[in-house]
């Protein structure tokens, strides 16, 4: 039987293993989880959600306190539309963080930054212009567009000296999206350089609706390589959601794909940004306890583990401080779920709300997203003594990828 490592996704000039470690924000794809994607031959994700945020934590920086210092006069104010982000700030988080990770890149493989128009920051194109031409700045292999349309993004960065030189690929979910976004391409000459399919069964925020079971990975992929031989155009497609073993991946292969992103059995890494407790939140996870819901204000359905502490939670918005979801006006769904509960009698009576303060819950991991297959995952490991599970080594879970055949899943070798 073939397996994933007979076949090589080819960019430019270019021979990569077929295999790419999706961008989970925030950091939890992290800079070691890219680095061994990279030095093992494929392809590695780090994410710019709420990078300030990162950089925070993880350089010293105090980008966070320094936005909360200057809007603090804005906290009991639902008008939000005065809290804006320093633009040289963002961009020095920015650089921060990819020059970090590209300093340290190993190996044949390449690290990408995933990069989502959803987060509008107050100033929808300037935050979005400032964050995508930092990352080119610092040496990003290549940058993936997701979580929108991202009609105007090439656009942004036309002039940068590395436009045609760094790899631009976008997420789609449908013919209909993609075709929209090569219209807007071909206008710069510029087509990306690879294309991710992502279905119904991936983690976070979803390009469904509600009725998200009556899609199927295979058929949108098989209807996008399709319109792409129509037009003439041949540019790699990258399967993503619910692909859990390499004959998955490999089946995809089969059809025409250029290579497969993957994420959730990476959520279980010790190279994974995740918590240890957070990890074994979703080992133990059953099919049951993972919902698709409309709690995040960005208006996309979002999948879950329903009983993580961000559901139901009432917390006070933190757009001060963060801010991230904040539309060109400065409104946010949760911030009017958040004062509109008030105004109705108090936030403590308030029996639930309809959106979450995603910004704040994903800054303290409290926001459990996750791929449909995760409760799947007990299955990929070994259970321990105290009930736990042994977490998996990237590089473990990477070459089960590669080497696996007919969808077994190579257990680790047991703890001293």
């Excluded at 979002?302 to 963060?322: F, I, Q």
């Excluded at 490991?381 to 977490?391: P, V």
């Amino acid at each position: 039987m073939k397996r994933l490592d007979d076949y090589r996704l080819k960019l430019g000039d270019l021979e990569l293993v077929p295999l790419v470690i999706g961008g989970m924000g925030v950091d939890i794809s992290t800079t070691e989880l890219a680095l061994e994607a990279a030095r093992l031959g494929g392809i590695g994700h780090i994410s710019d959600a709420m990078l300030p945020a990162v950089a925070d934590r993880r350089f010293r920086t105090r980008f966070v306190a320094k936005k909360l210092e200057r809007h603090k006069l804005h906290l009991p104010n639902p008008d939000k539309s005065a809290v804006q982000f320093d633009l040289d700030e963002l961009a020095e988080a920015t650089r921060l963080h990819v020059g970090y990770t590209m300093e340290r890149k190993r190996g044949p493989g390449l690290i990408f930054i995933n990069c989502m128009e959803k987060l509008t920051m107050n100033n929808p194109r300037e935050t979005l212009r400032v964050r995508l031409r930092a990352a080119l700045d610092a040496g990003i292999d290549g940058i993936t567009l997701s979580a929108g349309l991202h009609l105007g993004s090439f656009n942004l960065i036309a002039d940068h000296p590395r436009f045609r030189d760094a790899k631009l690929g976008i997420i789609v979910s449908s013919v209909r999206a993609l075709n929209l976004f090569l219209k807007r391409s071909a206008r710069l000459k510029r087509h990306p350089d690879y294309i991710v399919v992502e279905g119904p069964l991936a983690g976070g925020h979803l390009g469904f609706g509600p009725d998200w079971r009556e899609h199927d990975l295979k058929t949108i992929v098989a209807e996008v390589l399709q319109f792409l031989r129509s037009e003439g155009l041949a540019i790699p497609v990258i399967p993503a959601g619910g692909i859990f073993t390499g004959t998955d991946a490999v089946e995809y292969l089969e059809m025409g794909a250029a290579a497969v992103q993957v994420a959730t059995r990476f959520t279980v890494t010790l190279e994974c940004g995740l918590p240890d407790d957070v990890k074994q939140e979703y080992f133990r996870a059953g099919e049951e306890d993972i919902e698709v819901n409309l709690l995040s204000p960005t208006g996309y359905p979002m999948r879950m583990l329903k009983h993580c502490p961000a559901v139901g939670s009432k917390t006070r918005p933190h757009c001060e401080a963060y801010g991230y979801l904040l539309d060109g006006s400065g409104r946010c769904a949760y911030l009017e779920a958040y004062h509109g509960a008030i105004e109705n009698g108090g936030i403590d009576g308030a029996r639930s709300l309809e959106k979450i303060c995603l910004c704040t819950h994903m800054r303290k991991f409290q926001c459990w997203t996750c791929g449909h297959t995760t409760y799947r995952l007990k299955d990929t490991t070994r259970r321990l003594a105290d009930g736990s599970y042994q977490l998996l080594t990237a590089e473990h879970v990477f070459r089960d990828y590669q080497f696996s055949t007919d969808h077994r899943i190579a257990l680790p070798e047991p703890e001293a």
